[in-house]
Structures are given as C-alpha cells and as structure tokens.
C-alpha cells in the first residue's frame, strides 16, 4: 500500500530539533507535492486569567491581547520566516498558524491536525523541556500516542 501525503503538519517550539523536524518536513512535503502547515502552540502561561465577576472595568483586557499579539510576532521573526524561506527554495506551499494552548500542547497538536485533515505530522524527537530532553519528549510522546494518522518523528 502506498500512501499519499498531501496535507502535511509539522509542529515546531523554537528548538534546534524542532527546526530540523521543519527542515525534514519540507523534504516530505516537496517529495509528495503536499501543503505544509507549520503549528506552533503558544503556552498558557502567556494568557491572565480572568474570572468574570472578578473582573475590574477599570483595567482593560487588551493585555492579553497584546501579549499574545507580541509572541506571534516574535515567532514568525524568529521561526516561521526562515522555515518560509526554505519552503520557498523547494517550493514547498506553506502555511503557519500560531495556536494559544488548551487543554495541552498535545491535545491542540491532535485537534488542530483532525480538523485541518493532517494525514502525516512531523514533530521533532525533543524540545524545549529541560530534564526530559533525556527521554523521548513528552510532547512528541503524546502526539505519537493520540494521533489520528501517521507521525514522523525526526532526530
């Protein structure tokens, strides 16, 4: 049986192992004549809670927006602009989209890839996770675990 990719999904976090799943997946990507999204998943940290009977009208709420505003500015600077670049030489389509965290990385990872149709994601063998960069990262674990089509994993 021969598989055809053609909606392709790489999941990236700044790390030199994610760059290079990047890197990977436009091979991939320019090999099947595939589209490629590029998903990055923002952090919660990044967002304030709020609870809305807590909430004072005197202190706006575009904080929040403004943090997240700057962090995807800051990602396509520093990740999504070189990533398009090397898309470009291969002439690999590419799209990114920059996601605030959920329930998990994991979970925005899965669902992001069923809704949009994914049917292969590459995600590096390891990321920005301090200690667990000994083992399999977690994420790259649970995207492994709970997709719904294959996964590249990438060294």
């Known amino acids: 049986m021969h598989t055809k990719f053609d909606k392709i999904m790489v999941a990236i976090d700044g790390s030199e192992e994610s760059m290079h799943a990047a890197n990977c997946a436009i091979g991939v990507a320019k090999k099947y004549d595939a ?4 998903l990055t998943v923002l952090p919660q940290e990044l967002r304030y809670d709020y609870e809305i009977d807590q909430v004072d009208p ?7 927006k403004g943090v997240i505003e700057l962090s995807r500015m800051e990602i396509e600077a520093k990740w999504f602009r070189a990533i398009k670049k090397n898309a470009l030489a291969s002439n690999v389509r590419i799209e990114t989209e920059v996601v605030m965290e959920g329930k998990s990385v994991v979970s925005d990872i899965i669902e992001y890839s069923k809704k949009q149709s994914i049917n292969l994601i590459v995600i590096g063998t390891k990321g920005k996770t301090g200690l667990r960069r000994l083992l399999l990262g977690s994420v790259s674990q ?8 294959p996964v590249l994993l990438v060294r």
């Open 35 to 38: 589209r490629l999204t590029v």
């Open 58 to 64: 005197e202190i706006p709420m575009t904080p929040v």
């Open 142 to 149: 649970g995207v492994l675990a709970y997709a719904h089509c």
